[in-house]
């Protein structure tokens, strides 16, 4: 991709791009100045910016704007009277003169919401390709990424096992639950996990700040009758709500739930979030939900009350509808991983006889997504 | 506190009561029936909720509500015929009954916004005081949740001391930078901070999400000319650029920013999110700020690009101005934390002769929050 015209514009405060392929941008002389590539402005060895804002000039303006022999642009600005080259690949790509149409809860283009349909496309790795196979294993985290969710199997029988896999592309988050915690029937339990009781559709830890991004758990006996595990895309339900109910859906988002656990002795934990959360631009980015943890909600105006709770039932409807359901009974040596910000899990209860044990963890997405994202650069860097 | 009255309001679908002090609010029949506190509702054991709205019918009304003797409530629900009781001071505390008025970039109540002046009310806890005086270690973390940085003394002068600080109060998040990280000056550095260099004042990881919410910074030796520790209350910084520039306030708060880091191998790290970020309600909960890693801001529309950036350098002013800094130099065995959703540390450039060896490492604030809220409900319960 090259480039055809440079034109400055508006005093040289700014300058239009043409492309070849009949595309056009304008950029500000101040936001080039700041994303320089030269070696002044950006360290050569770890990429990290070398200087700060105030060292470029308020009133810098370009002077020049030209296009080399290889279609990219050349730069110079003054009052610093520098000249900067940009590819113009890299321009096209960073070109910020449009504004998207979007409506609130707009999802990133890499993220595909599913229902039912998704079981018989679950994203499956084996333990020992995933070790050994970097394209394969790049391939699961890209569905991972993708629908928040996927399946690992044949991981070693062994308790901690779980911890390995989360290593293989991230951190571990350790909390009060410990590096990983057991989740079988206990006597007298801190957390109704911990009993053969069924538990709602739920993201972990809401009322942790942050919630941990990422939940492994780890198959190692299960002769129970039920138990089975159930997952739910939350962005999805969050379209539907939207779809259906636009009012609710915005109740939700413009304000805060909040979630507590004091189950254990030494925790008391609180947060203040809500329960589909956008970011600034309104992109749907998180959901929380847990009905076993939910703290009395103090933050919605009284008038706006009866219908806060009217789209709290209707979304858990729309989480408890077996069409959004892709459900599984984990085997010894199974393992699932769930986006905790977007996806949803359950389990059905279980008879008292036989034995049910998982082992769980938590870690974080910025790991996973980072692996990904150096496989796929090494893959475009090989091709 | 007692109640006085309790009136029956929208034909049972809310209840208005009236506190012996003259107070009154109005609750929902839903609401109270989803936080009732009765053991079919709560576990005792652990205190979650053992049902789901679902399992509440979306009729519910109030067909009784009575003050007890004691003066608390007990209300009766229809279709449910199911009676519970509500301590007064429980509901007061819960009344959601008025809209506080607030501006965007409003503050919790338990934070303290600060500038240079905190200078010579640091708060600063021994060691070994942390460890065995839990009433001055919960005035430190106090200190910390309304401050957002503290510093600790009498640190054995060890590797690895900093995660046993940390685990005083919470756990470690791993990172791409191992468990805990060394900072010193090095040849080929993979980052800046592993240099002699300066460095503006920042938040750590930006390029993170979630980005971890604590930093702790250990001095293991430091014998160079220079390299003094710098704080600033990020918050405070916002709140001067609302009263200057409300629009410029509002555009690092509704629009993203974008944040990379990519220089270790393997490691290729990105965020989207605002410079000042706000909750759905305006309140001013995070600060990311680096311009080491501030990767290209492509999420600001072309007509308010200029202005964005104007807001971006008045603010790093703001971050800058010596009026807002608590500087120190840090001595071997002395430990500094900062909530790194809120407050920026920079340090001076040093001297090649010497030596300065720092340790550091991240944690998260819901481990710190918990533990403090629990040594502070514990102090109730004994009082």
């Excluded at 304000?255 to 947060?271: M, T």
């Excluded at 589909?276 to 998180?286: K, N, R, S, V």
């Excluded at 389990?347 to 997405?365: E, I, M």
């Amino acid at each position: 991709m090259q480039l055809k015209t440079a034109t400055l514009i508006n005093d040289g405060k700014a300058v239009k791009l043409g492309w070849t392929t009949g595309e056009t941008a304008r950029f500000h002389a101040l936001w080039l100045r700041d994303n320089a590539p030269d070696g002044a402005t950006r360290s050569a060895t770890n990429g990290q910016r070398l200087i700060t804002l105030l060292d470029i000039p308020a009133d810098t303006k370009l002077t020049k704007a030209e296009i080399s022999a290889a279609g990219d642009l050349t730069a110079t600005f003054a009052p610093e009277g520098k000249s900067v080259s940009y590819p113009a690949a890299w321009l096209v790509r960073h070109a910020y003169d449009q504004t998207p149409a979007r409506q609130a809860g707009w999802l990133a283009p890499e993220i595909e919401t599913w229902d039912a349909g998704l079981q018989a496309k679950t994203p499956v790795i084996l333990h020992e390709q995933g070790k050994t196979d970097r394209a394969a294993f790049g391939q699961w985290l890209a569905a991972i990424r993708r629908f928040g969710f996927g399946v690992m199997t044949g991981v070693p029988r062994q308790s901690g096992s779980l911890i390995e896999v989360a290593e293989m592309f991230g951190f571990v988050r350790e909390t009060n639950y410990g590096k990983w915690f057991e989740v079988r029937a206990e006597v007298n339990p801190n957390n109704l996990a911990y009993t053969n009781l069924g538990l709602q559709a739920h993201t972990d830890n809401p009322y942790r700040d942050p919630v941990p991004t990422l939940q492994l758990l780890c198959c190692l006996e299960n002769t129970v009758d039920g138990g089975d595990s159930v997952v739910v895309d939350g962005f999805r339900a969050g379209e539907r709500l939207r779809a259906e109910n636009p009012h609710g859906f915005a109740l939700l988002t413009r304000h805060c739930a909040r979630f507590e656990y004091a189950g254990s002795a030494g925790v008391r934990l609180q947060s203040k979030r809500p329960m589909i959360e956008l970011g600034p631009d309104g992109e749907m980015i998180a959901i929380r939900f847990n009905n076993r943890s939910a703290a009395a909600f103090t933050d919605i105006p009284y008038d706006d009350m009866a219908d806060f709770y009217a789209a709290y039932r209707r979304f858990a409807e729309i989480i408890e509808d077996p069409a959004m359901e892709v459900t599984f009974k984990l085997k010894p040596g199974e393992l699932f991983i769930v986006d905790n910000t977007r996806v949803l899990h359950a389990r059905k209860s279980f008879s008292s006889s036989g034995t049910r044990w998982l082992q769980g963890c938590y870690a974080d997405k910025d790991g996973l997504l980072s692996t990904l994202a150096a496989i796929e650069h090494g893959q475009k860097e090989a091709a």
